[in-house]
Each structure stands twice: as C-alpha cells, then as structure tokens.
C-alpha cells in the first residue's frame, strides 16, 4: 500500500489550500477508513479529519471548527482536505493514512498505512 500526499505549501493567513492523497495497492472493491493527521513543530500528531471510502461518512477533529472538508473520489483512489480560513496555528507537517476498515477513526493507533507527508505553512 503506497499513499501519496502533495497540495502543501506557504499560504497567508486566511488563504486556503488543498491537499490531496493518492492511494494505491488496497485489493480492487476493497473499502478502507482514509484520514489526515497532523504535526506541529514539538507537538504531538493531531487528528484533523477521516472519511470512509465505503460510503463517505466523515469525522472532524478539534482543530476543524468548520474551516476543513475532507472528501474522496473514489474513480481516482483520491481523497482531498480542504481547508479555508488558515491561520499560523495550521502551521504542520500534514500526513494522510488508511486502513482497511469500513468505520471512521481518528486515533493514529487505528492506522496501518502512512504517507510521507507534506508541509503547511501559514504567515502571518
């Protein structure tokens, strides 16, 4: 199983970004539990958001407050986190993970699978 994360960059507060995760080598009509994670300089990861690829079902974490959107597109074994209203606090090192469960999670425990990550960084 490979993820492939990318959409990180430098962006001003209040700007929005788009982060994408390719994933590839689950069995074909398999389902898995997608999410992103994050992890701040000297902090510990922190949940931002999961879906379920099986039937989209999604859960958000505490840092959401409704600027993030996680979805899939399944023709593309893809999943996106949008994310608005960014602010320096978003600052991270942003992973996406899967595993082949049907049900969301947001413990990083619940999760086989791991991308490299891609950088966020939010100015001032």
């Known amino acids: 199983v490979q993820l492939q994360a990318c959409g990180g960059g430098l962006v001003q507060s209040g700007g929005s970004l788009r982060l994408s995760c390719a994933a590839s080598?689950?069995?074909?009509?398999?389902?898995?539990?997608l999410g992103w994670f994050r992890q701040a300089p000297g902090k510990e990861h922190e949940e931002v958001a999961c879906i379920s690829s099986s039937d989209g079902s999604t859960v958000y974490g505490r840092s959401n407050q409704g600027r993030f959107t996680i979805s899939r597109d399944m023709a593309k074994n893809t999943i996106y986190l949008q994310m608005n209203s960014l602010n320096p606090e978003d600052t991270a090192v942003h992973y996406c993970a899967a595993d082949p469960q049907l049900l969301t999670a947001l413990s990083q425990y619940e999760y086989d699978y791991w991308g490299q990550g891609t950088l966020v960084t939010v100015s001032s």
């Open positions: 080598g689950f069995p074909q009509n398999s389902y898995q539990r």
